[in-house]
């Protein structure tokens, strides 16, 4: 008999830290370098070589930590855990046991109703990661110039209860970390990594059933493809009868299925022990607070914030603060124009139609809150019109500059004084008599028409609204 | 130029006064290993074109005005250390091939006080050991006694002193490998305080423990080098930052004032009766020159050795664990279908029965159900016996205890019985699980001429007080037998 069961998810997700240099040496954490290049004897484990404590990805750490709402070991240590690989240039990887540096924590994930739910962190610990292996039809080699690169390791406790629930997961932890810059959280480049533990029980059971560890999920979306393949390959195997082993299985991403890996059996005693080249890291309750103090305001509190302290819609309020650029932008820019809803309809739509249009992010565009500000200021002016003001808009977006220098040097400034307009509209009227009749014939669409000819014929400069009135006036004189 | 007249106090005011130059001086120090190394065997690796090029190059720098303290003074190195260019076996075959691409901080240090490296010294294979007959390359004898051991792991440094062919050397100590094999030799040896000397560039064998200091014929030789050697290493996060006063100039005056220390627990049955005897000679000789005597007691140390040997294991086992055939060193040539019996080969065949033995040692005393029993309960004990010695310090500014046990062994007498070779470390350990200093002086030879050795043990960073303690004890003693 088919039933529903009680799923239990916990991820323990890997993040390479953004610092120039690697966790215990002086050498670069770089990409797409020579193999073996960014190496010394720290990184291969060279004998007597020592490790250094890199005190920024210790920083990093417990910025993510307090951002996520851990609360901080004053005294954190690190740890030797011994597994053999050649991967690993000590043989024993220096990581965080039983004093990682952040313990609990909470991130929320959006549920479908649009409540939010609450997953518990466990804790957040600093480590090194590994070298790379590539093998070859002949040979295997392995590149250490990853070896030593700093790895946060994030586990949360299994309060995950579906596929879906753990992307979201993932999705909202990659873009607080992305937020605060501690990460560039590339999973295609391995930046963010996890693996998962997936366990199922019947409902009413309160224990939960035997856990089994997926891995190799290289993408949010391979995480939840492997979740949802796993979670119904338990259910039948329970459905017919049969129990759970505990295990590691992989994913394998062309198949679309998991594959046995290894059996608790043949489980690593990693034998950990404290480090004894590493002195703990001491972090005083003055120090947390000054930390705390200057963290940045985490996307839902400045969403928040914005759509109450500027007036602007909950959605154009959620958008700009899931990206901590923009929102620095439009803050810039609502401030010095005075009105946040016009400065949110600009950058919602304008700016970020060529954000797409030419993917580049606000960060690395030639605008800026300045530049959006003169343009808005001239097109409430009635300086400039909506169209002109579009082309600026985007000549400063690619090359930088004030929009006010260029309407002054190329006299776009509109016109919208009915001296200089009379002329124009009554040369369009003469020109188009069949219009002029159309519209006598009672086709309204004619007087549309007309207007278009006469902004053509100013070249953009007229102002619409004014050239609409005249042309009215116009065609009501020709009825008379 | 008399080799056999020089030290390097002598050495660097003879080259200061151009009485002779490096070349000459490295030159016979060359000479003298030629002469008498065949027999005794204390260095694993001599490069005279390197030595005679360093010492010209340093004669070259003195001729341009350059006086650094050390300028073209040559040195013996333990084979542990990293200089730059040179092999550095650890007197393992699994190092065969590996050449240092780096400096250890010390020999980086010598380096820039003008020091000139002309050797590297025997040990036990990775430090493991206390007769030096666990090299995997060779034997060395001791010179006051050539059917005997030199001590250990040290043998090699301190065979290369006491046997006249270096004026001094450096050594290192995780248990005694300093302190002992100076004693069995008849040379001087310091330990300094866990943090006093960065140990980047050392092999680790027992990280947590291990020290490097020198070996010399005077104490004041040994506060020359330690001067050089000490202080804060931004490559070591364990060394400290406190001053490095200047040992060699503190030195002179007299004991009194100072009050020393005899630990109950290192005068017991079991003590060889020759040693004790030259041990309280040489306590006698220090209340003449006015130190108090007292005896204190350190009650944890019946439980040293079986602590010293879980955490030290189990330390070494995840230090040796990089010794892999990967990146350099030994690799088994016997064809391996997966990277892990490679690792099974290369480490079978690379590793001597010690090495091994501790490996296993320290696997299991790390292993789930094992942990608490053995290394959690060795780290309290450690507690407590640091908690010992601060204690006694209250009490006295320094201690006096025999090096040893026994003077130096028979060849081959404690090859069989592991657990009886463990039990020379008794009275070195200590110092090493507390992290004090502690100084090893020739206090005179037993009636078969085998060398004997005073132990003066001071509190954490005081090194001042044990050279100070050593010289001047050096200055009265009556060598007799
Ligand atoms: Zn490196």
């Given amino acids: ?480 | 130029m008399e080799l056999e007249s020089l030290t390097v106090r002598t050495a660097i005011d003879g080259l200061r006064k151009r009485q002779f130059s490096s070349v000459e001086l490295t030159r016979a120090v060359l000479d003298a290993i030629t002469a008498r190394d065949g027999v005794i065997g204390a260095y694993l690796w001599v490069d005279e074109a390197d030595a005679l090029k360093q010492a010209a190059s340093a004669d070259a720098a003195r001729a341009g005005g350059a006086d650094a303290l050390l300028l073209g003074v040559p040195l013996a190195i333990k084979d542990i250390l990293n200089v730059e260019g040179q092999p550095c076996t650890c007197a393992s075959k699994i190092l065969a091939g590996y050449r240092a691409p780096y400096d250890a901080t010390v020999i980086a240090r010598l380096r820039e006080a003008g020091a000139v490296f002309a050797g590297r010294t025997n040990l036990d294979e990775f430090a493991m050991g206390s007769t030096t007959e666990n090299s995997a390359i060779q034997l060395t004898r001791n010179p006051a006694a050539l059917d005997r051991v030199p001590g250990g792991s040290s043998g090699g440094s301190a065979a290369a002193v006491a046997g006249g062919m270096a004026l001094a050397a450096l050594g290192t100590d995780t248990g005694g490998s300093i302190r002992q094999p100076a004693s069995f030799c008849g040379c001087v040896g310091l330990k300094p305080s866990y943090g006093r000397v960065s140990r980047y560039g050392l092999v680790a064998f027992a990280s947590s423990l291990d020290q490097i200091g020198p070996m010399t014929q005077t104490v004041e030789d040994a506060a020359l080098l330690l001067g050089v050697m000490a202080g804060r290493d931004p490559h070591d996060a364990t060394t400290l930052d406190r001053a490095v006063p200047n040992y060699a100039a503190a030195l002179g005056g007299d004991l009194k004032g100072l009050r020393l220390g005899l630990p109950k627990e290192y005068f017991v049955a079991g003590l060889d009766p020759e040693v004790a005897q030259r041990v309280q000679e040489a306590v006698e000789s220090c209340r003449r020159c006015g130190a108090e005597i007292v005896e204190v007691s350190l009650p944890h140390t019946e439980y040293a050795v079986a602590t010293y040997y879980i955490l030290a294991s189990a330390e070494a086992s995840a230090n040796l664990a990089r010794f892999d055939g990967v990146r350099y060193g030994h690799r088994s040539a016997v064809a391996a279908g997966t990277p892990l019996e490679m690792y099974l080969n290369t480490r079978a065949e690379g590793f001597g029965r010690e090495v091994k033995r501790r490996i296993i040692l320290g696997t299991y005393v790390l292993s789930s159900g094992y942990y608490d029993a053995y290394y959690t309960h060795a780290q309290r004990v450690r507690t407590l016996i640091r908690r010992d010695f601060e204690s006694a310090f209250m009490q006295c500014d320094a201690l006096l205890t025999p090096v040893s046990p026994d003077p130096a062994y028979l060849i081959g007498a404690t090859a069989e019985d592991p657990l009886k070779a463990y039990l020379i470390d008794i009275f070195t350990v200590t110092a090493n699980l507390a992290g004090i200093c502690g100084l090893s002086v020739p206090c005179g030879t037993t009636p078969a001429g085998l060398p004997v050795g005073l132990q003066v043990l001071a509190p954490a960073f005081d090194e001042g007080t044990l050279l100070r303690i050593g010289h001047v004890y050096e200055q009265v003693r009556e060598v007799r037998s």
Avoid at chain 1, 9 to 22: D, F, S, Y
Avoid at chain 1, 24 to 32: E, P
Avoid at chain 1, 417 to 445: I, R, T, Y
Wanted: contains cysteine; charged residues 25%; negative net charge.
């Fill in chain 1, 1 to 480: 008999m088919k039933q529903t069961y009680r799923v239990s998810i916990g991820l323990e997700i890997h993040v390479q830290l953004k610092t120039r240099t690697k966790l215990f040496c002086g050498c670069a954490t770089s990409f797409g370098v020579p193999p073996n290049t960014c190496v010394c004897p720290v990184c291969l484990g060279y004998p007597g070589a020592m490790p250094v404590m890199n005190r920024e990805a210790v920083r990093l750490t417990l910025v993510s930590g307090l951002m996520l709402g851990c609360s901080i070991n004053t005294y954190s240590t690190f740890d030797r855990k011994s597994y053999f690989y050649p991967d690993m240039p000590k043989n024993y990887q220096i990581t965080q046991y039983d004093k990682p540096l952040c313990l609990d924590g909470i991130i929320d994930i959006p549920m479908t109703d649009g409540g939010r739910k609450p997953i518990r962190l466990i804790r957040i610990h600093l480590e090194e990661d590994v070298a790379k292996s590539m093998h070859e039809s002949s040979w295997s080699g392995v590149d250490f110039n990853r070896a030593g690169t700093p790895l946060m390791e994030i586990v949360t406790h299994p309060d995950l209860t579906s596929a879906d629930e753990a992307a979201a997961f993932l999705t909202a932890l990659r873009h607080i970390l992305l937020y605060i810059g501690v990460s560039a959280c590339n999973l295609e480049e391995g930046n963010m990594r996890c693996d998962v533990n997936v366990s199922l029980r019947p409902p009413g059971q309160d224990a939960l059933g035997t856990k089994v560890e997926l891995k190799n999920m290289n993408t949010i979306s391979g995480a939840h493809d492997a979740l949802q393949y796993e979670i119904a390959r338990q259910s039948e195997v329970l459905d017919a009868g049969g129990r759970i082993v505990q295990e590691t299985r992989r994913w394998d991403v062309d198949s679309g299925v998991t594959i046995h890996m290894r059996s608790k059996e043949d489980a690593h005693d990693y034998r950990y022990f404290a480090e004894p080249d590493l002195l703990p890291i001491v972090t005083p309750p003055d120090q947390i607070d000054a930390l705390r103090r200057s963290l940045p305001e985490l996307p839902a509190v400045r969403r928040e914030r914005l759509a109450r302290q500027y007036g602007i819609p909950d959605y154009d309020a959620s958008v700009l603060a899931a990206d901590r650029a923009l929102a620095d932008f439009f803050e810039a820019v609502a401030q010095r124009c005075g009105t946040g809803k016009t400065a949110s309809n600009w950058i919602m739509t304008d700016v970020l139609r060529l954000v797409a249009a030419h993917e580049t992010p606000v960060t690395a565009c030639a605008l800026t809150p300045e530049a959006l500000v003169e343009l808005i200021g001239m097109v409430e002016a009635r300086t400039i019109n909506a169209l002109t003001a579009k082309e600026l808009l985007e000549e400063a977006f690619l090359s930088g500059g004030s929009p006010t220098e260029q309407v002054r040097a190329r006299g776009l400034a509109q016109v919208s004084d009915s001296g200089a307009l009379d002329g124009w509209v009554d040369a369009v009227v003469q020109a188009n008599p069949k219009s002029v009749a159309d519209w006598k014939a009672g086709k309204q669409a004619a007087a549309g028409f007309l207007i278009g000819q006469v902004m053509k014929l100013s070249k953009g400069k007229a102002d619409p609204k004014v050239v609409g009135r005249l042309v009215g006036e116009r065609l009501a004189q020709q009825n008379g």
